[in-house]
């Protein structure tokens, strides 16, 4: 009869916590500000009879958005850095199963 071991295994580990912002949803908003940037430009300006308002639009929008996602992924990268400062260290400590995972012949279903 083998004799279980009754201490636990207590790893503790130090790690970093820190709320970082996700790169993807500020290049798409920086991308649908700059579409909106350039509507105000191409449709809110006097209408100039050598261009067509549309062309105007089409024009601004790739420059525009390109310039918004540049610049909202400077500012997701700001955000980055401020919040490499503001990271908090923490201790975790390894807690054992108190129900042991299923192996592969046992699929969980009764």
Excluded at 63 to 85: E, T
Aim: net charge negative.
């Amino acid at each position: 009869m083998a004799s279980e071991d009754t201490t636990p295994n207590t790893a503790h580990r130090e790690i970093t916590v820190r709320r970082a912002p996700k790169f993807v949803p500020f290049m798409i908003l920086g991308a649908v500000v700059g579409a909106i940037v350039a509507a105000i430009i191409a449709y809110g300006r006097p209408a100039d009879p050598a261009y067509d308002a549309s062309t105007v639009f089409g024009f601004f929008l790739i420059v525009c958005i390109g310039g918004g996602v540049i610049l909202f992924s400077i500012l997701a990268l700001i955000l980055d850095r401020l919040s490499v400062k503001r990271s908090e260290r923490a201790v975790v400590e390894a807690v054992p199963d108190s129900v042991p995972d299923a192996g592969p012949d046992d699929d969980g279903v009764s």
